[in-house]
């Protein structure tokens, strides 16, 4: 079992910048990957980064360039920087880990992020 806690979120401006973060206990040994994932009222929820245990890095087309996902595994801790954001990053934004062995994803309690003026 993996146990997520998250941290950060809130509301910010158009433009702004956020800083989320999410600490992993538990089996973490058999933690593949982990990242985020958001959904908004009325969507699907959807990738928005992800980190594997080897380094590789993945992002949504959206965000790219504008989020920096960023992992620490000797913490067992994954952090997403948000800069420069829109309105559309309007979800609850949600931290996942991934344990391959059991195939099995594991979530976070989900953190609200608006973006609005």
Do not use: H
């Amino acid at each position: 079992q993996v146990q997520l806690v998250e941290s950060g979120g809130g509301l910010v401006q158009p433009g702004g910048s956020l800083r989320l973060s999410c600490a992993a206990s538990g089996s973490t040994s058999s933690i593949y990957s982990m990242g985020w994932y958001r959904q908004a009222p009325g969507k699907q929820r959807e990738l928005v980064a992800i980190s594997t245990s080897g380094g590789s890095t993945k992002y949504a087309d959206s965000v790219k360039g504008r989020f920096t996902i960023s992992r620490d595994n000797a913490k067992n801790t994954v952090s997403l920087e948000m800069n420069s954001l829109k309105p559309e990053d309007t979800a609850v934004y949600y931290c996942n880990a991934f344990v391959v062995v059991l195939a099995t994803d594991y979530w976070g309690q989900g953190t609200q992020v608006t973006v609005s003026s």
